[in-house]
């Protein structure tokens, strides 16, 4: 049983990977997740607006002493926000925008997290996709990052979200590793016995 990607693909990507690794002193990870658990900021919110207006609509119909409307607000809050944190139509309402940032700082945090920004010669990348989103960053470590110019990347995502559109989600990742390869390749081959501190083994979140 496959959770994004089946083992064909799966292989295919590490295969790419370790040929790449076996030219270049750099190293490639590559993680890939559905989407992100509803923001926990966002469900307060929306939680709070719905609850002044279920509030408003109580009144307007009742006529409730404050006691039992405080009361009337703590429940009706706590209904609404467990109902939308556990809710996957929350995802939906989310502005796109503070989706994405989330994407965007889920990439930073796995690039920490899966030991990317560990390796001792600093020379290694993450490619982090949401598959939902169809959100792909690629987070290089500081050698890399001073080596090679942001806009290279950009191009990269672009020919990817082309693919994801497309719902060509594995022969995407293998574009993207394979250009990344090329450039790490080009920028960092390998010139001698180095040692690999990271799997190839794709990451699925």
Not at 26 to 36: Q, R, W
Request: proline share 2%; glycine share 2%; charged share 25%.
């Amino acid at each position: 049983m496959y959770k994004y990607l089946n083992n064909d693909e799966k292989k295919s990507i590490e295969k790419l990977i370790g040929k790449i690794e076996s030219k270049s002193s750099a190293e490639i990870v590559v993680a890939v997740t559905d989407s992100l658990k509803n923001s926990k900021y966002m469900v307060f919110i929306y939680s709070l607006f719905f609850t002044i207006i279920s509030l408003l609509v109580i009144c307007f119909f009742n006529n409730y002493d404050y006691k039992v409307l405080a009361e009337f607000t703590v429940i009706i809050f706590l209904f609404i926000y467990f109902i939308l944190l556990y809710s996957p139509v929350t995802y939906m309402i989310i502005p796109k925008s503070i989706k994405r940032k989330r994407c965007n700082d889920f990439a930073l945090y796995q690039f920490n997290k899966q030991g990317v920004n560990a390796k001792s010669d600093h020379k290694a990348i993450l490619v982090f996709i949401c598959l939902r989103e169809k959100f792909i960053r690629v987070v290089a470590d500081k050698k890399i990052d001073n080596a090679v110019p942001n806009e290279t990347w950009q191009k990269i995502i672009s020919d990817f979200i082309v693919y994801a559109k497309n719902d060509k989600i594995a022969n995407g990742i293998l574009h993207v590793v394979d250009d990344c390869g090329q450039i790490l390749i080009n920028n960092f081959p390998k010139t001698g016995e180095s040692k690999e501190e990271l799997s190839n083994a794709v990451i699925e979140i």
